[in-house]
Nanobody, 120 residues
Framework: VQLQASGGGLVQAGGSLRLSCSTS????????MGWYRQAPGKQRELVAH???????YYADAVKGRCTISRDNAKETVWLQMNSLKSDDTGVYYC???????????????WGQGTQVTVSS
């Protein structure tokens, strides 16, 4: 299973970015896809996640400003981020969780991360 995240960059406060994560190597449609971020000196935290056919989840810090979406045919998940703040600065990682067979423990796979820097 491979994940490739992209779309990060430097943006001014109030701006927008769209992160993309493409995956391969396993059935995408039944997988859990999530975006996490890690700010300097802080632990990695969940930003949003989306299971196919389920409602998305957003962390309180980004609720109303971010939208997670996925395209099973393209095996891609996106994170649209609007009204960015300096607190959104960090490395953003996508995670794919799969259950290799019914009743199995989940397996997590991570992308390499993409840097988001919001200047105030």
């Amino acid at each position: 299973v491979q994940l490739q995240a992209s779309g990060g960059g430097l943006v001014q406060a109030g701006g927008s970015l769209r992160l993309s994560c493409s995956t391969s190597g396993n059935i995408f449609s039944s997988s859990f896809m999530g975006w996490y971020r890690q700010a300097p000196g802080k632990q990695r935290e969940l930003v949003a996640h989306l299971m196919s056919g389920d409602r998305p989840y957003y962390a309180d810090a980004v609720k109303g400003r971010c939208t997670i979406s996925r395209d099973n045919a393209k095996e891609t998940v996106w994170l649209q981020m609007n009204s960015l703040k300096s607190d959104d600065t960090g490395v953003y990682y996508c995670k794919k969780r799969i259950w290799p067979y019914p009743g199995a423990d989940p397996e997590d796979y991570w992308g390499q991360g993409t840097q988001v820097t919001v200047s105030s």
